[in-house]
């Protein structure tokens, strides 16, 4: 078996059930070491953990595929949710291993930002630039998004300074492709851990420096009228 798991916004307690039995199960749990951090309260003591990083991922993913095809219960970690921010990390288990694999879906940061900022994902578009290759396509979408009047929750990109797109860039990028300076915006650090929260505009935050660790708002100029029925009337 190998299975991999959206470990949460970065609190264990927003790992859900069975996530939390799998780990307990496993034989081999494996994942970035910020994920495995997480849940490494509840990493049996017999397993062998499997620890990586953007430079050696590829050489110990091969580690745990071959723990799996030796017929070991593997368990790989994801932060958040696999199929918010993760999936290209999902498409390296499954090249190491050779066919699919099981997920079994976290909780994201957009969700627990969208519970804290109250907005509905149904006027709410999604977008995440932390993933490697060609991030235009996503610019490109991000400004119809805003322009098509709805919300956007932005997850940027926060690697090396020659492709970094933190919310200030994404901020610049914007305007200069002519969204209103005027929409307000926030960042959100460090969800679910020592939280911080920020609050201006697009042109406020073309200034603003903020951690590897954030999450970004843009709220549309128009929210969308109640569409439920009016009171009734005492």
Same mark, same amino acid.
């Given at each position: 078996?190998?299975?991999?798991?959206? &470990?949460?916004?970065? *609190? /264990?307690?927003?790992?859900?059930?069975?996530?939390?039995?799998?780990?307990?199960?496993?034989?081999?749990?494996?994942?970035?070491?910020?994920?495995? $951090?997480?849940?490494?309260?509840?990493?049996?003591?017999?397993?062998?953990?499997?620890?990586? $990083? =953007?430079?050696?991922?590829? &050489? !110990? +993913?091969?580690?745990?595929?071959?723990?799996?095809?030796?017929?070991? #219960?593997?368990?790989?970690?994801?932060?958040? *949710? /696999?199929?918010?921010?993760?999936? !290209? =990390?999902?498409?390296?288990?499954? %090249?190491?291993?050779?066919?699919?694999?099981?997920? +079994?879906?976290?909780?994201?940061?957009?969700?627990? +930002?969208?519970?804290?900022?109250?907005?509905?994902?149904?006027?709410?578009?999604?977008?995440?630039?932390?993933?490697?290759?060609?991030?235009?396509?996503?610019?490109?979408?991000?400004?119809?998004?805003? $322009?098509?009047? %709805?919300?956007? /929750?932005?997850?940027?990109?926060? @690697? *090396?300074?020659?492709?970094?797109?933190?919310?200030?860039? /994404?901020? &610049?990028? +914007?305007?200069?492709?002519?969204?209103?300076? &005027?929409?307000?915006?926030?960042? @959100?650090? $460090?969800?679910? #851990?020592?939280?911080?929260? @920020?609050?201006?505009?697009?042109?406020?935050?073309?200034?603003? *420096?903020?951690?590897?660790?954030?999450?970004?708002?843009?709220?549309?100029?128009?929210?969308?009228?109640? !569409?439920?029925?009016?009171?009734?009337? !005492?």
């Amino acid at each position: 078996m190998i299975i991999c798991i959206g &470990a949460g916004p970065g *609190d /264990i307690g927003y790992l859900t059930q069975r996530g939390a039995e799998l780990i307990r199960d496993a034989e081999v749990v494996a994942g970035f070491d910020t994920v495995v $951090n997480v849940v490494k309260s509840i990493i049996p003591a017999s397993a062998e953990v499997v620890l990586m $990083n =953007y430079r050696d991922q590829v &050489a !110990q +993913l091969e580690r745990v595929a071959a723990a799996h095809h030796a017929g070991r #219960r593997c368990v790989v970690v994801f932060m958040g *949710d /696999i199929h918010f921010s993760g999936f !290209q =990390y999902l498409e390296r288990v499954e %090249r190491a291993c050779g066919h699919p694999v099981d997920t +079994l879906p976290g909780i994201s940061s957009a969700q627990i +930002l969208a519970s804290r900022a109250r907005v509905c994902f149904d006027e709410t578009t999604f977008i995440t630039f932390h993933r490697r290759g060609d991030l235009m396509p996503f610019k490109r979408h991000l400004v119809h998004v805003l $322009n098509d009047e %709805r919300n956007a /929750i932005v997850i940027p990109c926060p @690697w *090396d300074a020659a492709r970094s797109f933190m919310p200030r860039h /994404i901020a &610049a990028y +914007l305007l200069e492709n002519g969204v209103s300076p &005027a929409h307000p915006t926030e960042v @959100w650090e $460090n969800l679910t #851990r020592a939280e911080a929260e @920020w609050h201006g505009t697009l042109a406020d935050c073309v200034v603003r *420096d903020f951690t590897d660790m954030s999450i970004m708002l843009i709220r549309t100029h128009k929210p969308m009228a109640s !569409q439920i029925e009016p009171a009734a009337r !005492q």
